[in-house]
């Protein structure tokens, strides 16, 4: 302690105490600002200029946000995909991952086996579940047609080879993987005072009404922060439409990060594709915001009344 | 070991800033061993081994070069290229650019043209490689780029089912109109209107198209000619097969049909009568449909159109302009490109050979369908990208188009009408960040 403070009184010292902070610091602060900052401000630069990669960029100011708003006919069906995820896919995933949670924090017999077997899916990479997910999924001798025509489905849909279940199909495939957001749920089930249920019991409320007004208010903070990261997770829809379906049929699985990469490293219009990535950016901001601002009402922490 | 060009390049720098000779200390630093060149590949597997054992080959016969194989395989393999031209960081000699993209760079102005390296070598261009290739290795008038394999295209198609609809085995289609009527024979539906066996369905417009008689791009006036009224003939052709084979159908059927490299594809196992596929289908029918009997004739034209059309996207060989070693490059690329090497390599991978004398080997003249698909490679209508710089954006729309049209139900003029608008502001902006307005 007594060091200390003579260091602290000594302008020197305190120079050097400065600069082997810095030192210290310097790993993630360079690793910030070469590997993060600096390709950020540059993709700002490139997304008002015209650049294949290869020649100089050229200045041509917001023509890419003008093409990419009133003359890029795949920008808006690449949005309309991925809102479709959004608003379908992140409640989806949200009531599958806490209805999973709520059956696996029973007390019942080989509980460790069943959450084992219900987050396991999430442990295998996406290019693997995927390829996986395209058997499955194969209209003519995958399981899910085969399981269907069993019970009766004469024509079961051909999933990834039409343009209306193609979504819908990957969004079961979403649910699939609930397993990593069911872990998170399942602690924060495991959390909650038993006072409050026994005090709510007292009060004479069923099964139902503890869930509402007990267990539902004290993992809303849980809730959304799953939200919001399977909010900015399916904003960035790629890998999947990526390996199994490259965008169709007739460009109904093209997701913006798809569209996005195909523009840079198909196309080679990097500053086009830069200018999307920003306008994603600002998109998943607001809707951020727009979540963060809503949960004022309905996110509960520890001893808040509401 | 002699270093690598990736390596010397992060000496360069230091070496100016030092004072030091470059070229006499970095690379140069052979100390009498023999000059390494690095040569990009996009062939794998069994290919990228044949490739290797001629590599090994060169090696054994030019002590002066060692030439070091890297297999850049896949989708990645083909972005890595374009990384590396904008980081100045390619090898010496490439393989993994398609003749599509070739405009693309050589426009770019980052590959070596070879006119100057064929002249001294004393290699005639225009006698060896077959017309296809002559026009799409050219970029404004400049040779960029070597071949050593080529492809074709025509329809294989299956005789036992020809004869059981009552076509005539031995008389297959010769207009696209009886092309639409075979197909129509063949097709087969269940009472609940699914499709039990289609006859064809024609893809590729960008081919058809050009049998049609059509063009994508003028290069006597420079335009883009997207609505050329023959490409929206064959658009028209495309989309008339919806009158038998509803798209919607069609497309949920074609989602069931199995791997072309496996016993089930969907010719092998009678799910198509006709199969529109290139020289490589002798191989898979040998290999995957031993018990087929078929027969195959080349894209039927109309009248005034192309017959024995098809079209050439195959891998090329380019130089690149930041290479160190373009000498030894050339070298190679020069031994490679001749006879003896071509025709293993053709041989052994089952593509028909680029240079016209390799036609005449007895594995080509001996087997009817390579020697029917030599034949068309050598024809004057087999055609190849028209070598302008955003053909490879412009391609993919095209099947876009197609897309839009034949499963989409929009009226072909239209899309096509949309697509010349659409690709024509594409040129003018890449024309103009080419300098070339």
Redesign the interface.
């Known amino acids: 302690m007594s060091r200390l403070s003579h260091h602290r009184s000594n302008s020197a010292g305190e120079r050097r105490a400065l600069r082997n902070g810095l030192l210290f610091a310097s790993p993630w602060l360079i690793g910030l600002t070469v590997f993060g900052l600096y390709p950020i401000l540059s993709s700002l630069y490139y997304s008002l200029c015209?650049y294949?990669?290869?020649?100089e960029p050229?200045w041509i100011g917001l023509h890419n946000y003008h093409k990419m708003f009133f003359?890029d006919e795949l920008f808006y069906k690449a949005l309309y995909n991925t809102l479709y995820m959004v608003v379908l896919g992140v409640p989806l995933s949200i009531l599958c991952g806490l209805s999973v949670a709520l059956l696996l924090n029973q007390k019942v017999k080989g509980i460790a086996v069943y959450r084992t077997i219900y987050y396991l899916p999430s442990v295998v990479p996406v290019v693997a579940s995927s390829i996986l997910w395209l058997w499955l999924l194969?209209?003519?001798i995958g399981l899910i047609n085969v399981g269907l025509q069993h019970l009766g489905i004469?024509?079961p849909p051909?999933?990834?080879?039409?343009p209306v279940w193609s979504k819908p199909a990957l969004l079961m495939m979403g649910i699939w993987g609930v397993g990593g957001g069911m872990v998170i749920y399942l602690a924060a089930l495991q959390n909650v005072s038993e006072t409050l249920y026994e005090a709510a019991s007292l009060d004479g409320a069923g099964s139902m009404l503890k869930f509402r007004n007990v267990t539902l208010p004290m993992i809303t903070p849980v809730i959304l922060f799953n939200l919001i990261t399977s909010l900015i997770g399916t904003f960035q829809y790629f890998t999947e439409a990526y390996v199994m379906t490259s965008g169709g049929?007739?460009?109904s699985t093209t997701f913006y990060a798809l569209r996005l990469f195909n523009s840079a490293?198909?196309?080679?219009h990097l500053g086009y594709a830069s200018a999307m990535a920003w306008v994603l950016f600002i998109l998943t901001l607001v809707c951020a915001l727009v979540v963060f601002k809503s949960s004022l009402r309905w996110v509960y922490y520890d001893g808040e009344v509401k | 070991m002699t270093p690598t060009y990736q390596q010397c390049r992060g000496v360069l720098p230091l070496s100016l800033l030092t004072g030091l000779g470059f070229m006499a200390m970095g690379c140069g630093a052979n100390k009498g061993g023999p000059t390494e060149i690095t040569y990009w590949t996009g062939w794998s597997g069994h290919e990228f081994g044949i490739q290797q054992g001629l590599v090994d080959q060169f090696n054994r016969t030019h002590p002066g070069i060692h030439v070091r194989l890297i297999s850049q395989f896949g989708n990645s393999g083909y972005?890595k290229v374009?990384?590396a031209?904008?980081g100045d960081a390619t090898p010496d000699l490439m393989s993994t650019v398609w003749a599509d993209e070739l405009a693309?760079?050589a426009q770019?102005?980052?590959l070596t043209p070879l006119d100057d390296y064929l002249a001294r070598s004393k290699r005639d261009f225009d006698k060896e490689y077959v017309p296809a290739l002559r026009s799409s290795l050219r970029v404004d008038g400049k040779i960029y780029a070597l071949a050593v394999t080529t492809d074709t295209s025509f329809i294989v198609f299956n005789k036992q089912i020809f004869r059981e609809v009552g076509l005539d085995p031995n008389r297959p289609p010769t207009t696209p109109d009886e092309l639409l009527r075979a197909s129509k024979a063949c097709t087969n539906t269940r009472p609940?209107g699914?499709l039990i066996r289609y006859g064809f369905r024609p893809s590729d417009l960008r081919t058809w198209a050009h049998v049609f008689g059509g063009d994508w791009y003028d290069p006597s006036t420079k335009r883009i000619t997207a609505n050329d009224p023959h490409n929206v003939e064959a658009l028209k052709w495309m989309c008339a097969f919806n009158s038998f084979l509803d798209p919607?159908r069609a497309?949920?059927f074609?989602?069931?049909f199995?791997n072309e490299k496996t016993t089930s594809g969907p010719f092998f196992v009678g799910k198509i009568a006709m199969w529109q596929t290139g020289e490589w289908a002798g191989e898979y029918l040998k290999r995957y449909g031993p018990n087929v009997e078929y027969g195959y004739f080349p894209l039927p034209a109309p009248p005034g159109g192309r017959p024995n059309s098809s079209y050439v996207n195959g891998s090329v060989f380019v130089i690149p302009k930041a290479s160190s070693h373009k000498k030894e490059a050339w070298e190679f690329l020069n031994w490679l490109t001749q006879e003896e090497p071509v025709r293993i390599f053709c041989s052994t991978i089952g593509n028909v050979p680029p240079l016209v004398s390799v036609g005449e080997a007895p594995r080509f003249k001996n087997d009817p369908l390579f020697r029917f698909a030599v034949g068309l490679s050598r024809g004057k209508t087999g055609f190849g990208p028209p070598g302008i710089s955003m053909w490879?954006?412009y391609s993919?729309e095209i099947s876009?188009a197609e897309?839009?049209a034949t499963?989409?139900g929009e009226d072909p003029k239209a899309v096509l009408d949309d697509l010349q608008k659409?690709m024509e502001?594409e040129f003018a902006?890449t024309n103009?960040?080419?300098g070339r307005g």
Request: proline share 4%; net charge negative.
């Open positions: 015209s294949d990669g290869i020649r050229r003359e194969n209209p003519d004469k024509n051909t999933w990834l080879g039409d049929p007739q460009d490293f198909q196309d080679f | 972005q374009r990384i031209f904008a693309d760079y770019r102005g980052v609940d699914g919607r497309e949920a074609q989602a069931t199995g490879s954006t993919s876009r897309e839009k499963i989409g659409r502001k902006e103009e960040d080419l």
